[in-house]
């Protein structure tokens, strides 16, 4: 059974810094996406960023490109996803997800429960 479980969100100011993780088990693939997802309040799933695990491509969406980076820790495999110059619009709750298609969250099988991420001014 595949499990996600993130972690590493909290509340931060405007400018700085948070890195989130998701440690991902049961998953027997060699070559498949994961991505990172936000959804605030009132709004839809968007795509953040995604990787093709096995390849190294990665996949950005337009609002953090340049800010953030997606990467899988090479020693215990986890998801991870370095945000920087952070801005209040990127408050939302933060979910890691597996075996998709780059940025369509429609496509992902596979979820965790979401850390949310709060950016004050």
């Known amino acids: 059974q595949v499990q996600l479980v993130e972690s590493g969100g909290g509340s931060v100011q405007a400018g700085g810094s948070l890195r989130l993780s998701c440690a991902a088990s049961g998953y027997k693939a060699s070559r498949y996406f994961m991505g990172w997802f936000r959804q605030a309040p009132g709004k839809e799933r968007e795509g953040v960023a995604a990787i093709y695990i096995g390849v190294g491509s990665t996949f950005y969406g337009d609002s953090v490109k340049g800010r953030f980076t997606i990467s899988q820790d090479n020693t215990n495999k986890d998801l991870l996803l370095q945000m920087n110059s952070l801005k209040p619009e990127d408050t939302a709750m933060y979910y890691c997800?597996?075996?998709?298609?780059?940025?369509?969250?429609?496509?992902?099988?596979?979820w965790g429960q979401g850390t949310q991420v709060t950016v004050s001014t």
């Open positions: 997800a597996a075996d998709g298609m780059g940025l369509i969250h429609s496509a992902y099988k596979y």
